[in-house]
């Protein structure tokens, strides 16, 4: 055979190991990021990021492992709605898989700017209301999500409980959350059910909560602290508060009775994490997020704080201790 013949034999050869070399080496690298999935949230506190770790777990536990086969990126926007958007609109140029949205804020901006890109958010008191879906059980589009609604009348009826003689309640929140004025109006309709009113006390920033706490002062006899992510970003602030006048302070976050609140009725947010891992594992898999009905939390949990109350004065019935599901110490 001429030597020209056998270097164009050679050389088909050996291109064709190069091809054969690539095709399986492309499987591997897919597989190797074979998911992204980019979370973010407004802020962080303790709330927030048992939600991510929620979700983490709920990956792993599907098989999905970061460095094998799963790229996940946390990003928090440190309060700040810009920031928010710019997060989300990075994770869209970096083309990932899913984007998970913790909060309304991060949920608006993320739902902003992915158009194709799955979004799945959660702790989102109200998606209609932030205009997220048109409909709970359709929600259409590319987006679904986990909500962490507040059992308002079991926050009233627990307040009732354990101040049986509070008849007005401040209730601190950002105006600027579309989420926090649902749960003010749920709150304020709820209390007057029961002959109680309702003092608002709007902060648009952290910096602004330890002054309109202090504003409740001499106008409220218990202060609520709802799933608003400012307010809680700042409790320590409305403890102390709370502390100095002797104003027991009650949540909507369990978190917060680790940290001072006398009581509370909140959503186990790392369950809720769990969830919401759970409908990305179903979308990695080819669900259409538009066809999957907003979930509801499936649990609450009721935490109470004996210490912080007797500090204050405040006595917490027996029968409302047996009842908690963790009892602060």
Same mark, same amino acid.
């Given at each position: ?12 050869? =050996? ?20 998911? =992204?999935?980019?979370?973010?949230? +407004?802020? $962080?506190?303790?709330?927030? *990021? ?24 946390? $990003? ?34 993320? &739902? ?58 401040? +209730?601190? =929140? ?50 609520? &602290? ?17 502390? *100095? ?22 959503? *186990? ?22 066809? +999957? ?31 908690? *599901?963790?009892?602060?110490?």
């Amino acid at each position: 055979m001429p030597i020209s013949r056998l270097r164009l034999k050679a050389g088909a050869v =050996f291109a064709a190991a190069v091809l054969l070399a690539l095709a399986a080496a492309m499987p591997a690298a897919r597989a190797a990021e074979k998911a =992204f999935v980019a979370v973010t949230a +407004i802020v $962080e506190h303790p709330a927030l *990021d048992a939600c991510r770790d929620g979700i983490r777990d709920a990956l792993k536990a599907a098989g999905y492992e970061e460095g094998k086969n799963l790229k996940f990126v946390y $990003e928090s926007a440190k309060g700040s709605t810009d920031a928010a958007t710019a997060i989300a609109r990075k994770f869209v140029r970096d083309k990932a898989s899913v984007i998970v949205a913790i909060s309304t804020p991060s949920a608006q901006a993320a &739902v902003a700017a992915a158009a194709a890109i799955p979004v799945v958010f959660a702790a989102v008191t109200d998606p209609l209301g932030a205009k997220l879906v048109r409909d709970m059980y359709a929600p259409g589009g590319n987006v679904t999500r986990v909500s962490d609604l507040a059992p308002v009348k079991k926050h009233i009826a627990l307040i009732h409980k354990i101040s049986p003689n509070a008849r007005t309640i401040g +209730i601190l =929140f950002n105006p600027n959350e579309p989420n926090s004025y649902t749960l003010v109006s749920m709150m304020k309709s709820t209390a007057m059910g029961v002959n109680m009113t309702l003092v608002r006390a709007p902060a648009r920033t952290a910096a602004e909560v330890p002054a309109a706490a202090q504003g409740l002062v001499g106008k409220a006899d218990v202060i609520f &602290v709802p799933t608003d992510n400012t307010i809680v970003a700042a409790l320590d602030a409305v403890i102390k508060v709370g502390l *100095d006048n002797r104003i027991p302070v009650y949540a909507g976050d369990v978190d917060a009775v680790k940290r001072g609140a006398i009581a509370a009725i909140g959503v *186990d947010y790392y369950n809720l994490g769990r969830q919401a891992g759970n409908i990305v594992v179903r979308i990695l898999a080819g669900a259409d997020p538009g066809k +999957i009905a907003v979930a509801g939390v499936e649990e609450t949990n009721l935490y109470v704080n004996p210490g912080t109350a007797a500090k204050i004065g405040v006595t917490i019935p027996a029968d409302v201790i047996s009842q908690a *599901d963790e009892v602060v110490k």
